[in-house]
């Protein structure tokens, strides 16, 4: 795009963005402010009101949280699905004040949690530690969920969907619930992620988060969640109907729902068959990666052992690299030969032409050493006869033979 262009369209671009910035500017009572009329449509089109109960589930891995909302049929079903803007931290749940870790678990959230008032927008605070936390001795103050799109052991989430996600709770605690839980997740449970996280130091965490996790997808309402014997149970009805579950206490005897027992039976049965699959997968996968890993440590180190012969022979000779002398075409001698093993070198070999000549010169005859290697010439048969014939005439009958009839019979 030109310059010129650029400039023609430049007011459009800063009306659209100021456009976004007053949209969320111009709230003046950002704590009432409602919810917008395309969520409300929705809502009415999935058998919803807008102050029926809801539920929230956040991904860390995926970098989601999801508002649930309940139907006429008392069931729940997605309504709103954010991006995560940051969250601190890495999988798993948080263990003390400071480690800048967003917590893991089940958290009830309480109308006087909800923060109109926060300095990130808007925001509630998630409730860590719950019991479950405190029976471990873990700490931590002010765990949120809030707006400006800054982390440091919270979830956080942009101005505008922040202000979604709190009118979604206001409305649903003008409806009359008591609270609304949020589960916080490392990642969906499915089998593959289950498999792929096997190794885990915090594998057997999420197993039990997993049944949390597990109810919902079954029943698609919020479990009902108790803590007992420094563990999450869920869906537990006790046989005394007085019984309290207390985090540090004996579980009190409960048993799950027939109906939800059952069907909890069979979706692990199926579950089970997938988590296997799923850990021969990545079992197969991680040989494959060894295996590769070790070839290539393999050519590498022959790689580097080549290297160091070749530095051992350049050592060796004095610094230079070892080369094989080009022998010429045109060098006297037998450059074949002087490649022969144990063949001395062509410069070393005699000049044969020339120590012949300098012994006839002399009437000598060659030393043997000098002409027992050189090959001898074959003699011209026609340069011969002319030698013998010269200075002589003719031989009768042979007058007029042209001279390449010498050797001829006819």
């Given amino acids: 795009m030109t310059p010129i262009r650029t400039l023609r369209f430049l007011p459009i671009l800063l009306l659209g963005l100021s456009?976004?910035?007053d949209a969320l500017d111009s709230v003046s009572n950002k704590v009432e402010h409602p919810l917008p009329a395309k969520l409300v449509n929705k809502m009415k089109a999935q058998d919803m009101s807008t102050r029926s109960p809801i539920m929230m589930r956040i991904f860390k891995?995926?970098?989601?949280?999801e508002v649930w909302k309940q139907k006429g049929n008392g069931r729940y079903d997605i309504i709103a699905s954010y991006e995560i803007c940051k969250?601190?931290?890495?999988?798993?749940?948080k263990f003390k004040e400071g480690d800048r870790q967003a917590p893991e678990g089940y958290y009830r959230i309480y109308p006087h949690q909800m923060n109109p008032n926060s300095s990130y927008y808007l925001s509630f605070n998630m409730g860590y530690p719950n019991s479950y936390d405190r029976s471990y001795g873990r700490t931590g103050t002010n765990l949120m969920v809030h707006g400006a799109c800054s982390?440091?052991?919270?979830?956080?989430?942009?101005?505008?969907q922040v202000l979604e996600i709190y009118g979604f709770a206001r409305d649903a605690f003008k409806g009359g619930q008591e609270f609304f839980m949020v589960e916080a997740l490392p990642f969906r449970m499915t089998p593959e992620n289950m498999a792929k996280h096997r190794d885990n130091e915090h594998f057997e965490f999420w197993k039990m988060l997993k049944v949390g996790y597990d109810h919902f997808e079954l029943t698609k309402q919020p479990p009902k969640v108790d803590v007992c014997e420094r563990q999450y149970v869920f869906n537990q009805i006790p046989q005394i109907e007085t019984a309290a579950f207390q985090a540090n206490a004996s579980c009190p005897p409960a048993s799950v729902p027939t109906t939800l027992a059952s069907a909890y039976y069979a979706y692990e049965k199926t579950w089970n068959q997938d988590f296997i699959k799923a850990v021969a997968k990545f079992d197969r996968e991680e040989a494959k990666q060894i295996a590769a890993n070790e070839a290539r440590a393999e050519t590498e180190a022959k790689r580097a052992e080549r290297e160091a012969e070749k530095a051992a022979r350049v050592a060796a000779n004095?610094?230079?690299s070892a080369t094989v002398p080009v022998l010429s075409l045109f060098s006297t001698g037998n450059p074949l030969k002087a490649l022969t093993p144990g063949a001395a070198p062509a410069a070393q070999q005699t000049d044969i032409p020339a120590a012949t000549a300098a012994a006839d010169e002399a009437g000598q005859t060659a030393p043997a050493s000098a002409t027992a290697d050189a090959p001898l010439p074959t003699p011209n048969p026609a340069g011969q006869s002319q030698l013998a014939n010269a200075g002589q005439s003719p031989q009768s009958g042979e007058s007029g033979k042209p001279f390449w009839k010498i050797w001829s019979s006819n």
């Fill in 19 to 21: 456009g976004c910035q």
């Fill in 318 to 320: 004095s610094g230079q």
């Fill in 61 to 65: 891995e995926e970098g989601v949280l």
């Fill in 151 to 160: 982390s440091a052991g919270c979830y956080s989430m942009t101005d505008e």
């Fill in 87 to 93: 969250w601190s931290g890495k999988l798993g749940p």
